[in-house]
């Protein structure tokens, strides 16, 4: 009986671990950390035609890793002016889309585009688990004029 008692007593006090692990509470494998929402990001990408540009400062190889088979191609891009001429020679050729951090202005890039007829529309939010904004995608459209 005693043997009974102290099993039932250590399982009760695995409980509200067991609860908060259940709710992905605990940084251990589910944390994406400052990646968090990256996953939603590429889940829409993934839905998009095959030839589709995906440009990207920020998230290198994780971004890459979850759009693994995906028909989007990933670019870097160095600096605002080096995506400003992308954009000038293919940008008209296939869908383009860019993904920044939430902590990142868009300023510098929109300032960069709008000389060679493009803009931003955002089309998709990504939050972390508390809510917090982590990441938005944009639509690079051309303007009808450039």
């Known amino acids: 009986v ?4 102290v099993v039932a007593f250590v399982v009760a ?3 509200p671990s067991a609860v908060q692990a259940t709710q992905s509470a605990f940084p251990v494998g589910g944390d994406h950390g400052p990646h968090d929402g990256v ?3 590429a889940a829409y990408l993934r839905e998009l035609p095959k030839g589709t540009v995906v440009y990207d400062h920020w998230l290198g190889w994780t971004l890459r890793y979850y759009l ?3 028909p989007a191609y990933v670019a870097y891009f160095a600096t605002p002016g080096w995506l400003a001429e992308d954009l000038h020679v293919f940008g008209r050729t296939s869908p383009r889309y860019i993904v920044f951090p939430a902590d990142e202005s868009t300023a510098r890039v929109e300032r960069a585009i709008a000389p060679e007829g493009f803009g931003l ?3 998709l939010s990504a939050h972390d688990r508390h809510g917090q904004p982590t990441f938005t995608l944009y639509r690079i459209d051309a303007h009808a004029n450039p």
């Open 2 to 5: 005693a043997g009974l008692i």
């Open 68 to 70: 693994w088979y995906a």
């Open 13 to 15: 006090l695995m409980v």
């Open 39 to 41: 996953d939603r990001v």
């Open 121 to 123: 529309m955002p089309v």
